[in-house]
């Protein structure tokens, strides 16, 4: 097996120099990639045992004033129908998710100014009294160092933002001018430093990315140490200047997803909606890969449709919230159980093992 010394000492030390990484991302040797998967999966389970956090997804917004070059919200798309959600929908959907067992809410939406901090301040703190024992997260784009402190002293605890690719080229080819790469960091910083759970992450196989960008991203992550690590496959939207594009790889999705487990052993990383998307086991191959959060979808149905960002987006069945059942049946194949709690990230080990692999250092 041509990686097996790599694979083991990215184990070991968390951390590898690019060329190692490089090596990884372009190996065709099938051996040395089960070893990689199985190894990623080993390190998940002695730290969160045969567990998966569950988070509620609820998309408050398909407004956004950005024009991604990739995404199906953009502002330029004009043929997409908009919707907001207003703050009792969102209560309300919450009520229904805390019911079936969510402890973490995620509000994600697009950059939409109608959403004010105002408005948002007054949903968290709702929120944050009316389920107590619950995290909330948010992903709602760029703002104000000023604003996330405000969101983050109203009782949200954990930011979702990828950062998409770090190269500020290659950022420049995905985004429009206004937007830039260094603004994103900078963004990520200010999370950080207001004592979030801090969420960072790309897409795999997006329009002109190469396997350089992909180690840059790997090493900045290496470097960050977000809490949480988000990555899927690049999915086409036709109403997008990348509609010709092919989509990415979700087999290439699930290698980085073992690679930053074995980086980062404590970290929270989901089994994606896109990934779902491209893989109807994604779910299940992405946690047998390493990943161990997964975010079935809870916004209302009348217009989960609309939070299009890209074409056949996952958001029924074991992704949604009325199909946990099925989810549950999902895990139970692989011997994997849906873990109720707010699943807060935690550089300790939880599942300290006692067997002699498990004896090794924690992951
Ligand atoms: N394909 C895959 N992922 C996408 N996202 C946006 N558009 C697409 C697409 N076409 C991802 C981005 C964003 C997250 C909310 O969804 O990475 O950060």
């Known amino acids: 097996m041509r990686l097996q010394s790599t694979i083991s000492r990215l184990c070991e030390h968390h951390e590898l120099p690019a060329d190692d990484y490089q090596a ?3 190996t065709d040797d ?3 990639m089960a070893f990689l998967h199985n190894e990623a999966q080993r390190v998940t389970e002695n730290v ?3 567990n998966v956090y569950i988070r509620g997804l609820l998309e408050i917004s398909n407004h956004c004033r950005n024009n991604c070059h990739y995404c199906g919200i953009r502002k330029g798309n004009s043929n997409l129908h908009r919707y907001r959600l207003s703050k009792s929908e969102i209560i309300e959907s919450c009520m229904i998710g805390y019911e079936r067992g969510f402890r973490t809410f995620v509000l994600q939406g697009g950059e939409d100014p109608a959403q004010t901090t105002d408005w948002l301040v007054d949903v968290v703190t709702t ?4 389920f107590p024992n619950c995290a909330i997260t948010l992903s709602l784009g760029e703002k104000s160092y000023v604003d996330y402190e405000r969101l983050r002293l109203a009782g949200a605890e954990r930011y979702l933002l990828r950062h998409e690719t770090y190269d500020p080229i290659h950022y420049a080819q995905l985004h429009p001018e206004e937007m830039s790469r260094d603004r994103r960091l900078q963004c990520l910083r ?3 430093s ?3 759970q801090t969420g960072a992450g790309m897409m795999v ?3 002109y990315q190469t396997v350089d960008n992909l180690v840059e991203d790997l090493l900045f992550i290496q470097q960050f140490t977000p809490e949480m690590i988000g990555i899927g496959p690049f999915i086409a939207h036709h109403d997008t200047p990348f509609h010709n594009f092919p989509n990415g790889s979700p087999l290439f999705t699930l290698r980085l997803i073992s690679i930053l487990r074995l980086m980062h ?3 929270l990383i989901p089994a994606t909606t896109a990934l779902a998307t491209l893989l109807s086991d994604g779910h299940t191959r992405g946690i047998m890969a390493g990943a161990n959060v997964i975010m079935p979808n809870l916004t209302p149905a009348g217009v989960r449709n609309d939070y299009a960002l890209y074409d056949h987006k996952a958001g029924y069945g074991a992704e949604s919230v009325e199909g946990l059942d099925l989810l549950r049946a999902e895990l139970s194949k692989i011997d994997y159980t849906i873990k109720i709690g707010r699943g807060d990230y935690s550089p300790t080990c939880l599942f300290p093992s006692p067997s002699p692999v498990g004896k090794r250092k924690c992951g």
């Open 190 to 192: 200010s999370l950080k």
């Open 265 to 267: 052993p404590h970290a």
């Open 24 to 26: 990884l991302l372009t």
């Open 30 to 32: 099938a051996e040395s």
């Open 194 to 196: 207001l004592g979030y």
């Open 205 to 207: 196989g997006s329009p």
């Open 48 to 50: 969160f045992g045969r």
């Open 127 to 130: 929120l944050h009294s009316k």
